[in-house]
């Protein structure tokens, strides 16, 4: 019964793709090889000749849907060529015909091939499973988050792989990867973003990773502290499990590919208080898109301020001897220092601020004089230009004065002079 309706498939699919494409499928039928039938039926159903078969062409070319849930190996939500063939030949195993040499050596390279990358990949991860073994931060999270990031860097190799062998175009690997895209951040993957590469989605996790660790590192020091009140401990035992619990995750983080600032020399309850500035430093940083020399300079700031603090605390042999009115005078002072002196700090900030934009400014006026002075320039030489142009029109237009004719002497009119006698009275 099975074998029948296996058939019968195999008879509407290929009668589905007759219908819709008749010059590929003669195309078709005339090829010598079944692996050439293969990629000929592949070739029609594949209408955006992307080299993979989605779920729309999966329904137009009457393929069922559980089809797609047997043979898509990488998890794309569609068939590619790779794995069209593999369906195409156990279909042809169903229906008792010839599949021909080319097609299952095709079909067991592929399998090989396959099966080789699972290999790889499961090296991989039990490698970074034994690597990770010693440390307890990263136990469970870490390993889950780190098995939903390969599922999207899997997908995202096939997809790179099926779009380089279809030679699709640039429009049609920015749709896929919208789509590979869409579908990782509705599943929860990591690091998985509107264009987003491969070092996007591992920088994410790490800070994800780092946050993990944060907020394990204040429970244990919340949970540690509560043992310290109840008296299991002393106050030097308390101080090395701080320690250790700091050095702890400073090794975590460092390992996770991030920065992280050195907490050393702050005491206990200081360092939860500066853990609760960074995660909401980092949410500031977050949302309005900080570089991350600007994040670590106001993390160092941060620490800087809490270690100034902690240095100008008063000891116990400075407060010795002072009654609890004088000790509460003495520390409403050190407050008050403490906001004079970031007030200053941030009176000078202001200060840089104002003279960055003074000679913003000032650069802003010399640049619009330059140009004010430019477009006089210009306006002069156009009328110059213009002047000279109207000059040669007038003289092309003036005709040249002829000189005037030399009178003609006529040799014939001329008279002699008379010559008058004297004549005498």
Do not use: C, H
């Not at 062998?165 to 896929?176: L, P």
């Not at 301020?305 to 116990?316: C, I, L, N, V, Y």
């Amino acid at each position: 019964m099975r074998r029948n309706t296996l058939q019968l498939v195999t008879a509407s699919f290929l009668v589905g793709l007759a219908l819709s494409a008749p010059a590929l499928a003669q195309e078709a039928q005339e090829s010598t090889t079944p692996l050439d039938r293969a990629n000929q039926t592949f070739k029609a159903a594949d209408k955006n000749n992307d080299g993979t078969l989605d779920l729309q062409e999966v329904a137009q070319a009457q393929i069922p849907r559980s089809v797609v849930q047997t043979w898509d190996k990488d998890k794309s939500r569609g068939l590619s060529r790779d794995e069209f063939l593999g369906y195409y030949r156990q279909l042809m195993v169903n229906a008792g015909k010839p599949t021909g040499a080319d097609l299952d050596a095709k079909v067991k390279r592929i399998e090989a091939a396959r099966k080789a990358q699972q290999d790889r990949e499961a090296r991989r991860r039990a490698q970074a499973a034994n690597q990770q073994s010693g440390s307890d931060a990263t136990s469970g999270d870490a390993n889950a988050s780190e098995s939903t990031a390969d599922k999207y860097k899997r997908a995202q190799a096939a997809l790179n792989d099926r779009l380089s062998r279809a030679k699709a175009s640039r429009e049609t690997a920015s749709k896929e990867q919208a789509k590979l895209t869409d579908r990782a951040r509705n599943a929860g993957v990591q690091g998985a973003t509107a264009g987003a590469s491969g070092a996007d989605a591992q920088e994410t996790d790490a800070q994800e990773t780092v946050k993990t660790v944060r907020e394990r590192l204040a429970r244990a020091e919340a949970a540690l502290a509560k043992r310290a009140g109840k008296g299991d401990m002393t106050r030097e035992q308390y101080d090395a499990l701080q320690e250790k619990l700091a050095d702890r995750a400073r090794g975590v983080s460092a390992g996770s590919g991030t920065e992280t600032s050195d907490l050393s020399g702050v005491p206990a309850a200081a360092r939860q208080k500066l853990e609760r500035a960074f995660v909401a430093l980092e949410k500031r940083a977050a949302a309005g898109n900080w570089s991350r020399e600007k994040l670590a300079q106001e993390k160092q700031e941060l620490t800087k301020r809490a270690r100034d603090a902690e240095a100008d605390k008063p000891t116990g042999a400075e407060t010795e001897g002072l009654t609890p009115l004088e000790r509460r005078q003495r520390e409403a002072r050190r407050r008050a220092a403490e906001a004079q002196k970031a007030a200053a700090e941030a009176k000078q900030r202001a200060e840089r601020a104002a003279a960055a934009r003074q000679r913003a400014a000032e650069a802003k006026r010399q640049s619009d004089a330059a140009a004010r002075q430019r477009a006089q320039a210009q306006q002069a030489d156009a009328a110059a230009r213009k002047r000279a142009a109207e000059a040669r029109e007038r003289a092309k237009q003036k005709p040249a004065a002829k000189p005037a004719p030399k009178p003609v002497k006529d040799k014939r009119t001329k008279q002699k002079p008379v010559k008058l006698k004297r004549t005498e009275p």
